[in-house]
């Protein structure tokens, strides 16, 4: 469930620009912030809020296609990948905080059950993160993209529900 936060205009300002320096998203660093300071969470509350975030995103991501914005739907595609990547280790009590950690996070899960497709799906989410600072993918290959990550998704999802 969501809710909506009213914060300072400064307050705003600060965390947009950590939100740009980490590469994550507002989100994403509100809640790792909160759980730091208070230990908020166990491991089944942040796969949850993982989740959460990757269905945000997802949703996002095609919103925006809808209205022809490929640049932010890449990056929505991508956070979607990466969130339930995060979601995946933090059922095993991991923590992803680093581009470097998702890939080995993607690439140990693409051994250990045999599927190339992990592999193939999480190299095609990188290409949207890319396209996000580049804009050199047409719209029908976002769409593409963003449509495979879905796939990258369930694919996860029914694995973590073994």
Known sequence: MA???????????KLEELER?????LEELIVTALDEKFSLLNPEDKAEIHLELCEKYLSDAEE???????VQAS????????????????????ELRSHREL?????????KYEDEELGVFWREANTLHMNFYENWMPLNEVELTVRDVKRFVEKLRRLMKR
Do not use: V
């Open 75 to 94: 990056e929505k595609g991508w956070g979607a990948a990466s969130q339930i990547l995060k979601a995946m280790a933090a059922k095993e009590g991991k």
């Open 3 to 13: 809710a909506t936060i009213i914060i300072p205009a400064k307050l705003k300002e």
């Open 64 to 70: 925006l296609l809808r209205k022809k914005d490929s």
């Open 103 to 111: 890939w080995e996070y993607a690439s140990e899960l693409r051994i």
């Open 21 to 25: 320096k980490r590469e994550i998203t």
